[in-house]
């Protein structure tokens, strides 16, 4: 398959064991364990607070880390696929705000 030439190279590139990685992906568990949320059955004032104490703030807590992938992506990609660098932008202007 083309997806395993890349994901060689990939790896040939970063210097790590192909291996590695497949078993990595392959043995991968959550690092917490949250419950399977029904989001369908909560009501909208419910959710609302949900997204607002729970999502926002996972957001603001990992905003420099999301800024930087964001503007990686934006960089490599940003030519061909110009909504990467709108993303970017977005969450540079949220973190000043």
Same mark, same amino acid.
């Given at each position: 398959?083309?997806?395993? #030439?890349?994901?060689?190279?990939?790896?040939? #590139? &970063? %210097?790590?064991?192909?291996?590695?990685?497949?078993?990595?992906?392959?043995?991968? #568990?959550?690092? %917490?364990? &949250?419950?399977?949320?029904?989001?369908?059955?909560?009501?909208?004032?419910?959710?609302?607070?949900?997204?607002?104490?729970?999502?926002?703030?996972?957001?603001?807590? %990992?905003? &420099?880390?999301?800024?930087?992938? &964001?503007?990686?992506?934006?960089?490599?990609?940003?030519?061909?696929?110009?909504?990467?660098?709108?993303?970017?932008?977005?969450?540079?202007?949220?973190?000043?705000?």
């Amino acid at each position: 398959m083309w997806w395993r #030439k890349i994901r060689e190279n990939a790896c040939l #590139k &970063a %210097n790590i064991d192909v291996d590695d990685v497949v078993n990595d992906l392959l043995n991968n #568990k959550p690092k %917490n364990d &949250a419950p399977n949320l029904n989001f369908k059955d909560w009501s909208a004032e419910f959710l609302a607070d949900y997204i607002v104490y729970v999502h926002h703030t996972y957001i603001r807590q %990992n905003l &420099a880390i999301i800024n930087e992938f &964001a503007d990686k992506v934006a960089n490599v990609h940003g030519q061909h696929e110009l909504k990467t660098i709108e993303i970017a932008k977005f969450f540079l202007q949220f973190q000043v705000n």
